[in-house]
């Protein structure tokens, strides 16, 4: 059972990247997922997420407008556009699923049970 982030890089302020996350060993299809950040020195921090039907979103206020997450279960995969992108967006992303996912509007590390690796964001401003 292993979540696979990718699509980080470098990119200048007020740029665009779309993240994915995709799954080996189960399908996103049955799990909420969520996206968290890392930034240097600075505890994990939930940015976003989407209950199993896709039909609730959750974002944190610092992203509201600019980031969008969505899922295409076809292709097993959860993808988080981010937008207008700033350097304190700057952080290592990663995806994480579980079954039920977080209880309301609000999302912790200890709502998701399966983690990946992570993928880093660099915003140069």
């Known amino acids: 059972v292993q979540l696979q982030a990718s699509g980080g890089g470098l990119v200048q302020a007020g740029g665009s990247l779309i993240l994915s996350c995709t799954s080996t060993g189960f399908m996103l299809d049955g799990s909420a997922v969520g996206w968290f950040r890392q930034a240097p020195g600075k505890e994990r921090q939930g940015v976003s997420y989407i209950t199993r039907s896709g039909g609730n979103t959750y974002y944190a206020e610092s992203v509201k407008g600019r980031f969008t997450i969505s899922r295409d279960n076809a292709k097993n995969t959860v993808y988080l556009q981010l937008n207008s992108l700033k350097a304190e967006d700057t952080a290592v992303y990663y995806c994480?699923?579980?079954?039920?996912?977080?209880?309301?509007?609000?999302?912790?590390?200890?709502?998701?049970?399966?983690w990946g690796q992570g993928t880093l964001v660099t915003v140069s401003s």
């Open positions: 994480a699923a579980d079954r039920w996912g977080p209880p309301g509007a609000t999302m912790t590390t200890s709502d998701f049970g399966s």
